[in-house]
């Protein structure tokens, strides 16, 4: 099968096009290198034959001939500016990306033929902030996001029904918790589990932000990748969530990166952020029922993944 992956030289979409070369695909890679790293595309870009590798803004509209001209059956697109605070502060810039850029995405992949698209959505926004008494959150549950990322993606997944009506493109939404796990960049906008790995392995103290007790759904990143690739040819015209359905207080997410990593050294505290979600969790029963995933990475097993990983760049460097 011809794939195209947007996004593919970031974590999650690197881990991805190894998936889907692993199964016997071809990959044609877009990714404009502001937050993806070639390095995490190593293995894959030694298969010549079967890895193409674009560099460029899905911002321009160059992308949507670059896209058609590929023919890919089954365009992933998980390119984004992913960073909430970000689209906070600069909505426009955000919405040139994550609503411009995904329709330039889109309009590519209809232009070239392509079956569907499976997009990247994110669980933790487009919900807003429900009450503890909708956790873990159904897919059935209104979609009210609070933020101007939360709000783009949404508008996707809108834009994504309403190709699939005028040309019977079909697409799979998923809704992805908090992943985590090998590749993920400690710095900048990163998640939790990254930044702890980083300063644990360093010898740094772990900041965390108010009492510790809010919550997150993490989910590893190869059993969020099984879910993209079972997406290719099931799912179709649905959201879905892809977590755990469990919540995880960042206190014990501290614990047991601490415990595999060998440090005894609590946590430093710090003032709690504005507006941080509180608590947070995804039911993936949709997910079991209609592409046939589960999760199955335990918390220990992939926090441990994450630090072997981290050693493993730390002796190489």
Known sequence: ????VTGGAGFIGSTLVDRLLAEGHSVDVIDDLSTGNLANLADARTQRDRVTFHQIDIRSEDVIDVIARRHAEVVFHLAAQADVRVSVARPGYDAEINVVGS???IEGARQGGAQKVVFASSGGTIYGDPPPSALP??????QQPLSPYGVAKK????YLVAYRELYAMEFTSLALANVYGP????????GVVAIFAGKLLA???CTIFGDGKQTRDFVYVDDVVDAFARAATKG???VLNIGTGAETSVNHLYVTMAGVAGVSEPALSAPARAGELLRSALDPGRAAIHLGWKPWTTLSEGTGAVLDWFRAQQSDA
């Not at 959150?137 to 209104?142: A, C, F, G, L, V």
């Open 183 to 190: 590749r993920q960049d400690p710095h900048g906008e990163a």
């Open 155 to 158: 508008a996707v997944t809108d």
């Open 236 to 238: 179709g015209g649905l």
């Open 103 to 105: 329709l330039n995405v």
């Open 203 to 205: 010898g740094e103290p």
């Open 1 to 4: 099968m011809r794939t195209l």
């Open 137 to 142: 959150i159904k897919e059935s549950h209104p």
